[in-house]
């Protein structure tokens, strides 16, 4: 396995409004992705994703929005070192391209920037396996969420 990315496509029943909206707005990312955030959803924003915010060891993450083209894309970069600014060198890039696909909305969701770390090969490893398996847990969250949000409008 080459480990360079990862690559999910969902479909999801909504608009390409409302899909930015739940992948961009702290109030939505929320529901499907980290247990709270306080992100701003434009270009240079830099703020925190909290994981297992309700257990004694909390894990803060930081993240920086990179490119933001409502609504057809969303482009952060992520887990790098504490205390450092994101680049290409040091963290890993996330985006989520949104195409009208009939009457909802095809997600691409890629994930790169692995090799690029320098990490030893079992923690390269591990890595891309733990966040491989975490967005299919939690894209399937989203579409959940999207489907629940649809039905009380």
């Known amino acids: 396995m080459e480990y360079g990315s990862i690559e999910r ?3 999801v029943e909504a608009t390409p409004e409302v899909v930015f909206e739940v992948i961009s707005s702290p ?3 929320k529901e499907w992705w980290p247990d709270e955030t306080d992100l701003e959803p434009v270009p240079g924003s830099v703020g925190n994703l909290v994981f297992d915010a309700a257990t004694a060891d909390p894990k803060v993450v930081a993240i920086t929005v ?3 083209e409502p609504p057809k894309l969303f482009r952060f970069r992520w887990v790098h070192p504490q205390g450092e600014s994101a680049t290409p060198n ?3 890039l996330v985006t989520f391209e949104l195409v009208p696909s009939g009457t909802g909305t095809l997600v691409r969701m890629t994930e790169t920037g692995f090799r690029e770390q320098g990490w030893e090969v079992a923690v390269l490893e591990a890595t891309y396996q733990d966040h491989s398996v975490g967005w299919d847990h939690h894209l399937g969250r989203l579409i ?3 489907e629940r949000l ?4």
Not at 150 to 153: D, F, N, T, V, Y
């Open 9 to 11: 496509e969902i479909h």
């Open 27 to 29: 109030e939505h990312l």
């Open 66 to 68: 990179v490119d933001v």
């Open 90 to 92: 040091n963290s890993l």
């Open 144 to 146: 959940a969420y999207v």
């Open 150 to 153: 649809g039905s009380s409008r």
